[in-house]
């Protein structure tokens, strides 16, 4: 101890050298990809022919000319709001009924945990097949009930919540995570509520909520970034329910129906690997990235406890 | 099924306060509340806990139908047609993408944890200038979408390295520290007692023999979470075999090849439900006897600090 508290470069050295996988990996897998995504938004760039500077060109392109952009951008923010909020409100009430539970909680546990594992992919095609109008059981069942059931993954107006439902079936971690802040929360509160004579609202309002709010400020804000992302199921659940017979790779219209299920993630992809226009794909990535980030700056600024425990 | 309790915050005592036991008619009102709590609580949570489970039940039951029926809407088979899980392995290519999901998740996971924790050790227990900022940069590698980097990562791995319709440019970089895992190692490293690798050094065990000896085996639970994550992360990836391997059917993954087994078998709704209850078993199968490392890797990411 005493040997290396003398010789400080011998302590950084072997900061650095611990550190040095990590560091290159940040600098060739983050670092230097980011600042060639700036390069490429400047560039016309087909992947074939040298890329050739054009000024402002794409970014005027995808603000202003580009006719899938401001549906792209209106599905993600609307997934981000809507998906982000009731997987909160979700997550935080299955979390409130499993600390109620007394009797088999390992069961119900996994019960509620296991969709979250599903394979996306896997998740989604099960979902257009249980959704599916016609003969997908959910409408079956509804319509034993005397509900006429909406054509969900094939309306522009219900596609969107048909993901939803999906990605609220697979709530399983927010579960896990709500559920361990809520019986992190001091015993000894509850009791002096009680002694005031608080009722089960009165005791949720100021007793729990306080204290759990960090924890739902990391869900939303994780949430946030998780949906800015959102790409696998959008896009699986378009292709399937538009029927098209043709495998991965290929190119259909995107967002099935009606744009109504595109993301900006879905956009950046057939820019850059479908339409070979990479200058527009590396805008549409900065967008993205710009939104991230300013919600990651939050993350950090408040207290979250992503940064906590420093020392 | 049930669960083995594990992550001490999960099993602590229930929260609800004990009053010492009373009797006469304000008592029995209590138990009367009592009782009506308790089957209130479990009716909502058997309701919830059935919407959670059937649509697997639904997937099964389709998956043994006969192709007619499962275009029928019908939610019961009239007859179990089990030979249809035969029917897609014998589908060309299915097992080979299994055997690339394998690789995939494999190495990746390898990689991947013997890459996180040297970087984990030293963003937890060294005391250096710029740790901060390398928490920030870290923390931030984990926010980044992965569109946002993909072109000319694509472009690099296309051209300068002719890798693309494999899936190395995906295993790759996992030797190299995944964010997400290094954030969540360093998280559980935090809660090591400093005096455990004092006493090492203080018994002339070197840094490494250190990390090796005395860490390593202490941090048993959160490398086993990170393992489990970065497997099921590279097991269910859609988004990175599609950008590499999507040029060479040879290369592709399950989670890849799903879609298009489906696409491939047009009205074929049992054999596609087959096809994705295999793809899902794994995950499940792993997640039953690993749920302990499971919910400790999520309790971790969002509670402790």
């Given at each position: 101890m005493a040997l290396t508290l003398s010789r400080p470069a011998r302590r950084r050295l072997r900061t650095l050298g611990f550190l040095s996988p990590w560091l290159i990996g940040f600098s060739v897998f983050f670092a230097y990809p980011l600042l060639a995504t700036v390069y490429f938004s400047f560039m016309h760039y087909n992947q074939i022919k040298e890329p050739a500077f054009v000024g402002l060109r794409n970014w005027k392109y995808v603000f202003q000319d580009m006719p899938l952009f401001g549906p792209a951008l209106w599905n993600t923010l609307w997934l981000v709001v809507v998906m982000v909020a009731l997987r909160v409100v979700f997550g935080l009430s299955l979390g409130l009924l499993v600390t109620k539970i007394k009797s088999g909680v390992g069961l119900f546990r996994t019960a509620f945990y296991l969709p979250y594992l599903a394979p996306p992919v896997a998740a989604t095609v099960a979902f257009v097949f249980l959704l599916?109008?016609?003969?997908?059981p959910v409408n079956e069942i509804l319509s034993k009930v005397g509900i006429d059931g909406p054509n969900w993954f094939n309306d522009p107006t219900w596609a969107k919540q048909s993901l939803v439902l999906l990605s609220l079936w697979g709530i399983g971690d927010l579960m896990v995570i709500f559920m361990a802040a809520l019986l992190d929360v001091p015993t000894e509160q509850y009791e002096a509520a009680e002694l005031d004579g608080a009722g089960a609202w009165a005791k949720f309002r100021y007793v729990t909520w306080p204290s759990i709010t960090p924890i739902v400020m990391f869900a939303v804000v994780t949430g946030v970034v998780q949906t800015m992302q959102y790409y696998t199921q959008a896009l699986v659940a378009g292709k399937l329910a538009s029927g098209v017979s043709i495998g991965p790779g290929s190119v259909i219209q995107p967002g099935y129906p009606d744009h109504s299920t595109l993301t900006v993630p879905q956009l950046v992809y057939s820019m850059g690997f479908q339409n070979f226009n990479t200058g527009a794909a590396c805008v549409l990535s900065l967008v993205l990235f710009a939104i991230a980030m300013a919600v990651t700056m939050l993350l950090m600024r408040k207290r979250s406890g992503l940064l906590a425990a420093e020392d | 099924m049930t669960t083995t309790h594990t992550n001490p915050a999960l099993t602590a005592p229930r929260t609800t306060p004990r009053t010492a036991p009373a009797r006469g008619p304000a008592a029995s009102r209590a138990r009367r509340k009592r009782v009506l709590h308790w089957i209130a609580v479990h009716s909502i949570a058997i309701a919830v806990a059935l919407l959670f489970v059937l649509p697997f039940v639904f997937v099964f039951l389709t998956s043994v139908m006969s192709d007619d029926q499962a275009m029928?809407?019908?939610?019961?088979?009239?007859?179990?047609?089990?030979e249809n899980y035969r029917t897609v392995f014998r589908t060309e290519g299915f097992l080979d993408w299994w055997k690339n999901s394998l690789l995939y998740a494999g190495l990746g996971t390898l990689f991947t944890v013997c890459s996180a924790i040297p970087a984990a050790y030293a963003l937890a227990k060294f005391r250096f200038r710029g740790r901060r900022t390398a928490m920030i940069l870290v923390i931030s590698t984990m926010m980044?979408?992965?569109?946002?980097?993909?072109i000319p990562m694509y472009l690099v791995w296309a051209?300068?390295?002719?890798?693309?319709?494999?899936l190395w440019p995906l295993i790759i970089p996992m030797a190299f520290g995944d964010a997400y895992s290094i954030f969540l190692l360093r998280q559980f490293l935090l809660?090591?007692?400093?005096e455990y690798i004092e006493s090492a050094k203080v018994d002339g065990c070197g840094e490494l023999r250190t990390l090796l000896r005395i860490v390593v085996p202490m941090a048993k639970p959160g490398i086993a979470a990170i393992a489990l994550f970065q497997f099921f992360y590279c097991w269910n990836d859609y988004f990175g075999p599609q950008i590499y391997?999507?040029?060479?059917?040879?290369?592709?993954t399950l989670s890849y090849g799903l879609e298009s087994f489906k696409s491939a078998h047009m009205v074929n709704w049992n054999l596609t439900m087959a096809a994705t209850l295999l793809v899902m078993a794994p995950v499940c199968l792993v997640f039953f006897f690993a749920q302990k490392a499971f919910v400790e890797g999520v309790t971790l990411t969002g509670v402790k600090g």
């Open positions: 599916n109008p016609g003969t997908g | 029928s809407g019908d939610l019961w088979p009239d007859s179990w047609h089990w980044l979408p992965p569109q946002v980097v993909v051209q300068q390295f002719h890798l693309s319709g494999t809660t090591i007692p400093k391997a999507a040029q060479n059917p040879a290369s592709w």
